[in-house]
């Protein structure tokens, strides 16, 4: 194949640091496994599902989905990684530019701030967050079908979105901003706050499916025609 699997794969490594890289026409950009990461101020530039790669045996249960077209795809257990962007300005440089899915973690937690993605199918994906909890924070995430989504999590730990700003594509879809769902947390330790929703087609803003434990604080979900559907309210799951 003259497509390449990985810019970075790391394996199993108790500590690792990626800073200033660019990532460029890859399956995956940074890829790994029962790693603690830092991942700094990177590039990730047309990194599209292709089908090039598709993850069978063994490799079928840890990337089900196959294994093309993430900037960033991280699974392991009990892990830790830190990825802040280039700044979330509409006039900063893209962390993440054309990727089918921006960030994809399993097992992992810790923190997600300051990216710009634009054109991006998936923003951020974080299943199953480990005991350490999980920041996603001051994130802009433009042009998107799926915006951040916390799947299947029961964490001890607190797991917050805060002051993130999604935009969906032009056009008629089933986008969702922000999604919880299969997330059987207890005392309000998912916090949806001071988050900014656009939508400029169908769809729905903030979703929650089978999730128990959540608090949405301050949020605004609106429509291109400024019609405000949710702002500044306050929502707590039984």
Same mark, same amino acid.
């Given at each position: 194949?003259? &497509?390449? *699997? ?7 490594? &108790?500590?690792?640091?990626?800073? &200033? ?5 890859s399956a995956i950009g940074v890829g790994? %496994? %029962?790693?603690?990461? *830092? ?13 090039? /790669? ?34 979330? #300005? ?17 097992? /992992? ?42 799947? #299947? ?21 089933? /986008? ?13 330790? *998912?916090?949806? #706050? ?37 702002? %500044?309210?306050? /929502?707590?799951? #039984?």
């Amino acid at each position: 194949m003259n &497509k390449p *699997l990985a810019g970075i794969w790391i394996d199993r490594s &108790k500590g690792f640091s990626i800073h &200033k890289c660019y990532f460029e026409n890859s399956a995956i950009g940074v890829g790994t %496994r %029962r790693a603690n990461l *830092l991942l700094r101020a990177n590039r990730f530039s047309n990194i599209v599902n292709s089908g090039a /790669y598709q993850s069978s045996g063994s490799w079928s249960q840890v990337f089900p989905n196959g294994m093309d077209g993430y900037g960033v795809l991280a699974s392991g257990v009990a892990n830790i990684i830190s990825i802040p962007g280039l700044g979330m #300005e509409t006039n900063s440089t893209a962390t993440f530019d054309n990727c089918t899915s921006g960030i994809d973690l399993t097992g /992992y937690g810790g923190s997600i701030t300051l990216n710009r993605m634009v054109d991006i199918d998936t923003g951020i994906v974080a299943r199953m967050v480990n005991v350490g909890g999980l920041m996603i924070s001051q994130n802009r995430i433009e042009g998107t079908q799926h915006g951040i989504s916390i799947r #299947e999590s029961e964490p001890l730990g607190l797991v917050q979105v805060i002051d993130n700003v999604v935009t969906s594509l032009t056009g008629t879809g089933n /986008y969702v901003g922000i999604q919880v769902s299969q997330s059987q947390v207890t005392q309000q330790r *998912l916090v949806i #706050e001071e988050n900014i929703v656009t939508l400029n087609g169908g769809g729905e803003g903030i979703r929650l499916l089978n999730t128990t434990g959540a608090s949405i604080v301050n949020d605004s979900v609106q429509l291109t025609n400024g019609t405000v559907l949710f702002s %500044r309210g306050l /929502y707590e799951s #039984e």
